[in-house]
């Protein structure tokens, strides 16, 4: 893919099966270039990602994944990762 067709074409939408959930993630091309594999964090998606992906792309083979219960990948997180409140109230 020449470096003109990697500036017209954004990421291609995947998806793919693991232990029976539906997950999904975004290919930004250049196959012929190192794997760089970007992870979101806490209630994000992989299309965070596009404004370093498309700078990135022409270097490396950029794949973002939609973690498990995020966007548009099936399946719920087995536990909820929630801080404990910082004020609790008691009854008066």
Do not use: K
């Not at 087995?78 to 004020?87: D, E, L, V, Y």
């Amino acid at each position: 893919m020449s470096a003109t067709d990697l500036e017209r074409s954004g990421p291609t939408s995947r998806i793919y099966f693991s232990q029976r959930l539906r997950l999904h993630y975004v290919d930004w091309g250049n196959p012929e270039a190192p794997p760089l594999l970007l992870v979101h964090g806490g209630r994000d998606h992989c299309r965070n990602w596009d404004w370093l992906a498309a700078a990135l792309r022409h270097d490396w083979h950029v794949l973002a994944p939609d973690l498990r219960g995020h966007a548009t990948a099936n399946g719920r997180p087995t536990a909820i990762t929630r801080p404990p409140p910082m004020f609790t109230t008691s009854p008066s």
